[in-house]
């Protein structure tokens, strides 16, 4: 799952890219959202998301990864904050997000990311 790892890396730092020109905290925050996505599905060794839904994918990643304490609760939170920021896609329904918001994601993806790698150094 390297690919989607490599995934997960290149939105991040689309999304750094986009927060550094001011281009708007909407495309930053989906590009955020895409890298901790990818993290998922190189988890649960996703080629195609098929029938499934990003909700689905969350879902399992608490049972499977949080409630055991593979990872902190803290990531699962802002996960689905960004989710449900995101979930009307960047539609102008979409509410702008927040500078705060945008840190705190970016923070957590970047420590999203690098524990996701670490966990497939260790396989």
Do not use: W
């Not at 945008?102 to 923070?107: G, S």
């Amino acid at each position: 799952m390297k690919e989607r790892l490599v995934q997960a890396r290149e939105s991040m730092e689309e999304a750094k890219l986009l927060h550094k020109e001011k281009v708007g905290n909407k495309l930053v925050l989906a590009k955020l959202y895409h890298a901790m996505i990818y993290c998922l599905f190189a988890l649960f060794r996703i080629k195609e998301i098929g029938h499934l839904t990003h909700a689905d994918i969350i879902e399992r990643f608490e049972k499977e990864y949080v409630m055991p304490g593979f990872f902190d609760a803290s990531i699962l939170k802002v996960l689905r904050h960004v989710y449900d920021l995101t979930h009307e896609c960047d539609c102008e329904h979409m509410p702008v997000p927040a500078d705060d918001d945008i840190r705190l994601t970016m923070q957590t993806a970047e420590e999203f990311i690098t524990q996701t790698e670490n966990c497939f150094k260790k396989m």
